[in-house]
């Protein structure tokens, strides 16, 4: 961990006075990785490169792009019709988009499956769920640019969530609408916010990953980096790993840019905005059909508390629930592999959340998956219950109830055992 | 930090004096930034323009018994329907502990062949249908929110789905016979 030696005389220069050179050293070449990470650990990197080309790309759309009610949604269509290369530009916009929720998505579920969560990684968890917060309300505000129906629809929608809260709820929507509608206002104070977000995202990725360098990477094994045999460094062994990995993402993301752009998207958004008429299904974009499925599941009142309040309570509690579960899961164990009975109810978690994807998808009065007499409401209820009964009841209890299997040793320990298995 | 600087207790009604200068020095500053939060937030409340289209008129001589028109008042749709005998006796006669949000119709109406109503599901905003010959009226004759399937009246009011409350009645006056001031 010493300070590295530069020969160039420049680089020198500049770092003697303002140590960039040691810093960028430090963090991506020496910093000591588990030599085990699987390609679980892709993600984080392959997220933070999507950012970057959200980021780019969003630049050069803001350039042709009119944030006014009435030119919008023409801009759009300029940009893919008249602009140079702008279909290109906008399609990777608008699939990087779901690309980010994809590869973030995946990073969650891998720290819940190997315990990244638990102690001393903390404040690294609370960082990324501030991240996935600031994701959803710059992809919420993104979708409304376009000024499409569900554009105009969806904003509604999400926007009205807020007046179920009393007293201040009717003045907070109509100040979030700076009108007594979605319009014009709504549209460019969206535009102005929706610049300014992944910047705000940019600087938690830089806090998340400081966070992430002065408590180590975690690893398959969960076992903490005990002496040197246990790491690597990250450069080269993890550069090229991650460009490895980069490589067959794009390959993935450039699928959808270039055979099938609209894969993600809904139709009806091609349809010009129109505050008199309501298309028949509103739905959210996928990334987050599992909290609108728990907005609907609760159509019924608690102690007299409406429905609609306990909805939008229950959709933003199932994150808000994420920031305590290092202190709800009472294992001292913390990858899953080692968790006989645990690792069976992260699976169920996990279909779990398709199932709630699926029923924010439907409409609450379809048969699920066409079985009769099984309506969609009564699955998302079903499930709803799950999601919370997971982190409220298993995880204390299996915690304390399960017997762990034994831990190996060390990193180095578990990687010889494999390889003699092998 | 103070303590590092003055060891002993003997200073001890400086130390007040100083750890009160900072508390009110923090208090003005938090007052003073939060006094300059202020424009900028109401900043994004509507604006004088958007206040100053607040009333809209319309002619209402063309509207046949059993139909009615969406117009535009403050960016929302307002739904007046000219409302049939058959309309207005069911909503006159229906009970009130039967509804949701209970309102008798005469309270919702000054003239009880015009139902005027602001079209917005009290739910999430959307449109309810109804408005339109031949879109469908929901199970009560009166509108139906397609969003998350809310129900309403000949009243505009709230009977079936997880709506909270009627449609809001807008501030209204007839100037004559055909013609009605909304806001």
């Known amino acids: 961990m010493s300070a590295p030696v530069w020969n160039n005389a420049v680089v020198k220069w500049v770092d003697d006075r303002l140590p960039v050179f040691s810093m960028l050293h430090h963090s991506a070449y020496e910093y000591p990785t588990p030599k085990n990470l699987s390609y679980m650990w892709n993600f984080g990197s392959l997220a933070g490169f999507v950012l970057v080309t959200m980021i780019l790309s969003g630049i050069f759309l803001a350039m042709n792009y009119t944030p006014h009610a009435d030119m919008a949604f023409w801009s759009v269509e300029r940009i893919m019709r008249d602009v140079n290369y702008g279909w290109l530009i906008r399609y990777i916009h608008v699939n990087g988009a779901s690309m980010f929720f994809i590869c973030v998505y995946i990073h969650i579920f891998r720290g819940l499956y190997y315990g990244s969560y638990k102690a001393p990684r903390e404040m690294l968890w609370w960082i990324g769920i501030l991240i996935l917060l600031a994701m959803m309300a710059t992809a919420f505000m993104g979708y409304v640019l376009p000024w499409g129906q569900m554009s105009f629809w969806g904003a509604t929608v999400i926007t009205n969530l807020f007046s179920a809260f009393p007293i201040i709820g009717d003045p907070l929507v109509t100040w979030l609408w700076g009108g007594f509608a979605v319009d014009n206002p709504t549209l460019n104070r969206f535009f102005s916010l929706h610049y300014l977000m992944p910047f705000v995202i940019l600087g938690l990725v830089v806090l998340h990953v400081w966070a992430l360098h002065t408590v180590r990477s975690n690893n398959p094994t969960g076992v903490e980096i005990k002496s040197p045999q246990d790491a690597i460094a990250f450069h080269p062994y993890y550069t090229i790993k991650d460009l490895f990995g980069m490589g067959v993402f794009l390959i993935f993301f450039l699928f959808f840019v270039f055979f099938a752009p609209d894969f993600f998207g809904e139709p009806d958004n091609y349809i010009p905005a129109n505050p008199l008429v309501t298309p028949p299904h509103i739905v959210p974009e996928w990334y987050f059909l599992p909290f609108y499925a728990i907005l609907r599941s609760i159509d019924f009142t608690v102690f007299g508390v409406p429905a609609k309040l306990l909805g939008v309570l229950a959709m933003f509690a199932s994150i808000i629930i994420l920031f305590v579960i290092p202190w709800l899961d009472t294992s001292k164990v913390r990858s899953s592999k080692y968790r006989p009975v645990y690792k069976w109810f992260f699976l169920v978690l996990f279909i779990d959340c398709f199932v709630l994807g699926y029923c924010g998808k439907k409409a609450p009065d379809d048969y699920f998956m066409g079985i009769e007499g099984l309506k969609v409401i009564t699955v998302g209820q079903l499930a709803t219950l799950y999601y919370f009964a997971h982190f409220l009841v298993v995880m204390p209890l299996v915690g304390k109830l399960e017997r762990p299997k034994p831990l190996p040793a060390s990193i180095s320990q578990s990687v010889l055992k494999e390889g003699a298995n092998a | ?183």
Request: with cysteine; hydrophobic share 35%.
């Open chain 2, 1 to 183: 930090m103070s303590q590092s600087v003055h060891s002993s207790g003997e200073h001890q009604p400086d130390e007040n004096r100083r750890d009160f200068l900072t508390l009110a020095t923090t208090a003005v500053g938090v007052v003073g930034a939060g006094c300059a939060l202020l424009p900028f937030v109401d900043s994004m409340n509507p604006s004088k323009d958007v206040l100053a289209l607040a009333s809209v008129e319309v002619n209402i001589s063309n509207i046949p018994v059993g139909q009615a028109v969406k117009v535009m008042w403050r960016g929302k749709p307002v739904f007046i329907r000219h409302r049939t005998e058959r309309e207005i006796n069911e909503a006159q006669e229906v009970a009130l502990n039967e509804l949701v949000d209970p309102q008798s119709d005469d309270a919702r109406v000054e003239k009880k062949e015009w139902l005027i109503v602001v079209g917005v599901c009290t739910h999430l905003g959307c449109i309810p249908m109804g408005t339109a010959t031949g879109e469908t009226r929901g199970d009560f004759d009166g509108w139906y929110c397609p969003c998350h399937g809310s129900h309403y009246d000949t009243s505009g009011r709230i009977r079936k789905g997880p709506a909270p409350a009627n449609l809001v009645v807008p501030e209204y006056e007839f100037l004559t016979d055909t013609s009605v001031k909304i806001g």
